[in-house]
């Protein structure tokens, strides 16, 4: 067999790492790397909240092997079940040798509660995508009211209290799109109320995301833990993460009790034992009912009937993600994820299913930090390169039969050149705000600065935009 043929599906940072293990270990394969998106580097760039801007700087790491040519990026391009212009994992199969899912955790958990469904209802990944000009997420969030709730106690839930906390003008030198600062500018919000289900000593926060939420030019913390951190919690608490996160708890605890004078413009409140039990509203959300928890000694967090009533026109769920299914793979529906040992993918009965390979979220669920991706992916790398050699050749191993199929389906790939075009642009909008970049949101205007220089533009950029939007219609 001459070299052979893995495609990875996700160009975010598990399936950049992917890439990147199968082409440092010097086997003979050549490897593409595909997103639904023109644009590569997925949660880092979607997911990441635009303040972090050095976290974002790991995109230098994660695009180096498409610079030498070692990987080629096929952007636009949908893997599904088929329809609206997908292409299916069948067809892929005929083209590769071995396929890497890296494709993610994107659907918001729900809560179960009535109002959920209300106008001004919305899960993490709505506003997070929209901050960070994510072209499915184009429509702003209502901010125009002073009070709006956060539910859930991790790091995206921080990420989102900050953002909404935050001046305008703090976001000006990120990356957000124009759009975006606007709706900022404009915003009511007053006060954030981040509602814990749990106590201080069981954040799932990292300390130094925590801390930043001290840091913000006009807004205070203001800690509503019902006298828990006046106990000694941290004593018999082990964990060094959780220690952190208590010290810093008490310390604002001590600064800005809950009942003390206002100093700031805002408020990110952080209520403790507090679970939302139902969203208040007609046409939209006008509130929020809030109930007092208690924790079980088996760790059950129970409802103790004393409910409260917050004026909130936003309640956002930042509870944690699930995955859709893959079709043409099994799946995990409790834990989101696809079956595997070591990353190869396993059918319900525990049989691996040959050549196909998962990362990253896919995998393990929605858990770590960017850089926990890189272990599992060079995990998964390293079972698919002890597979190779007993793994079929695929019936069509040359790319140009793979690009024929792929225009008889109306998808034209952005390649990497193509990328760059946009990578430009954006850029080119940073200098002009003094920013490192600003995001280009919208699909159709992305497509325009990728074929910028492209002779049959037009045309080509009118079906790759249907086709893509078809694919968020879904
Ligand atoms: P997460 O860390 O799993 O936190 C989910 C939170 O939702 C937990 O506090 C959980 O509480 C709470 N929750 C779940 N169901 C709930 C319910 N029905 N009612 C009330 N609360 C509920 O998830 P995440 O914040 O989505 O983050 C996902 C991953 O991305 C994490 O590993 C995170 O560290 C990472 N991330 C990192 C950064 C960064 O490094 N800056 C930024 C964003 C995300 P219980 O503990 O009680 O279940």
Redesign the pocket.
Known sequence: MVGARVAVIGAGPSGLYAAAAIVASGADVDVDVLDRLPAPYGLVRY???PD?IK?KSVIRVLGRPFGPGEVRFLGGVRVGDGSDGSIPLSLLRDHYTAIVHATGSAVD?C?GIPGEELPGSVG?GEIVGWYCGHPDHGRAPVLDTPGVAV?????????VARVLARPAEEMAPTDVPDAVLDGLRGSAVRDVHV????GPQ???F?PV?LRQLGDLADAEVVVHDDGALAEPLGEGVSDKRQRANLDVLAGWARAHPASGARRAARRIHLRFFR??VRILGTQRVTGVVVERTALMPDGR?VGTGEQDTLDVGLVVR????TAEPIPGLPFDATSGTVPNVAGRVIDLSGTPVRGQYVTGWIRRG?????GTNKHDAVETAASLLADLPDLPEPPHPDPDDLARVLSEHGVRPVDWSAWLRLDAEEIRLGRARGAERVKVAELAAMLEAVYAADEAGPASVVSVAEALSEGRRR
């Open positions: 997911g990441v909240a972090h976290m958990r809560l993490s539910v859930g106690a991790g790091n995206v839930a921080l990420d509602l814990i289900r749990r069981h954040v799932k990292t995301e679970s939302p967090v930042a509870v944690g993600y929605p858990t770590g930090v960017i």
